[in-house]
């Protein structure tokens, strides 16, 4: 008989995983990569680069966080139940079961919080002769798991896709002295576009200059009221011509898209010798991949001649560094499809998805004409998104049972500070199912005729249509925001009738960086707005 357990005190369920390697450094600087309630300590100067670090400190500080935090006796790791894997999640009548370990544990509560995120699932497309390669492969997500920098009978690498993580893992490669080849797809969003770590002015690094309310402005932002119509500057390093780089395919790096679009994946350059690694290291090419032999990758004629010849990339690994599913295996395609999560498309009868294009086709000419600047997109390949998208009010609830508040989804954005929007969600997330948002109007105005449903529904497809505008490929999800962490948030808080993480005096509020220890009073604030029954 199943083991059956009731959640209280909102116990948690988590399944924990070590993704560190050395070469894994954090895209948050001091200051942003930390929690409000408890600063990380900075790691010593050798291992920073403008503020930057690696990842394990990032590791240590969680570990010690779950320790120092007690609640009711119990410690937040006292809290968590390890190697413990959620199969399916239902509803019947007022409870969720969440079955565990096939159906061997199942747990119930009225109220449910999603915190699986998007990097669960790891996404490896299908290429013809792939059961026939002999060697390693593996998805990015098991790198600092296995054994390929070490093993000294992996000699030579291929890493495919063209994000930051793949940027990540050939640094690595290189770094290790193995023989790296770096293929990215021609048919995909192209390599991604790397930011200096170094900025301009009074700011420590350039994380500190892009996240502050004024730079907010001049990105085009939907959660904002108003708009700054410019040209957003910026500052990327590498010169994609470098000559020392010419033979091994350099300039293949060079992004589709400017990086006012974000279409790429990007990130930071958080090491001085990444460049220069890269450019004398690793085989670029940006070719599609035509097939996989026992012992190779073989590409497709990359068409700047009439050559019909196919490269092969003798390789003993491979690692996929391809980006991850969009669809949650926990709930059935109807569930999922209700709570506004993605299912395959055709799973969308022809009535519904008519009647939510129509809504998102007709939100588009609001968008253009509130962001001018984003009514001509860049030429690139955008793909199709073979899902429906991301349907989540704020990013969080589902769309159309506006009486039902007993679920919330955390961490289903793509942004460039996942501690800050962590925290921030998660306010919201207590609130909402506290039904303390219940008649809570939009924070972006609307019709006032409008019931709750109709405005949640109408919010939701402002935002996709703005999405898909603003992120051309990558918008088509509907949920990626890279530059649009404080943007959110700020939304987020505002709607929350919170205030005490806004900067004193103008200059400072638009000024200076947005860091972690801005919200060191919000959840004092929130207790006093939102006093306990």
Known sequence: MAETSGLHNWDVIILGTD?????????????????SDRVLKPPPKEDQYFGFFPARFVTEYLESYVDDHVYDGKTLRERILFNIRVQHVEKLERNWIVTCDGSARSFRAPRLIDAT??????????????????????HHKQFGQSYLLTDPKIQSIAVIGGSKSAADVAYAAAKAGKTTSWVIRKNGSGPCALFSAEATGPYANSNEQLHTRLMKLFLSSPFEKTSILDRFLHRMQ???????????????????????????????????????????????????????????VILEPDG????????????????????????????????????????PSLELNLAERSLWESSISANKATVVKKFPILRQQPKCHQGEFPCTPFRLYKGMAPPLNAIDHSIVFLGKLFVSNNFRLAEVQALWAVAFLDGKILHAKSDRGGDSQLDEKEQREEEIANTIAWCRQRYPGKGKAGNWFFYDVISYTDMILRQLGLQSHRRKGWFRNFFAPCLASDLREILDEYKQVYPAS
């Open 19 to 35: 993704r560190n390697y050395d070469a894994f450094w954090t895209q948050s600087p001091v200051g942003m990569a930390e929690f």
């Open 117 to 138: 995120g998007l990097t669960s699932l790891p996404h490896i497309p299908s290429i013809p002769g792939q059961a026939e390669f002999r060697g390693l492969a593996i």
């Open 238 to 296: 590498g010169d994609f011509s470098r000559k020392e780089g010419r033979k091994n395919g350099f300039q293949n790096l060079e992004p589709d898209t400017p990086v006012f679009w974000a279409n790429d994946s990007p990130g930071v350059c958080q090491r001085s010798d990444f460049h220069s690694t890269i450019a004398t290291q690793v085989r670029i090419y940006r070719q599609d991949i035509a097939r996989l032999d026992p012992h190779a």
């Open 304 to 343: 700047k001649t009439n050559s019909a010849t196919q490269d092969t990339i003798k390789v003993h690994a491979i690692v996929f560094c391809t980006g991850w599913v969009s669809t949650s295996p926990l709930y059935s395609h109807s569930l999922a499809l209700s709570l506004g999560l993605p299912v």
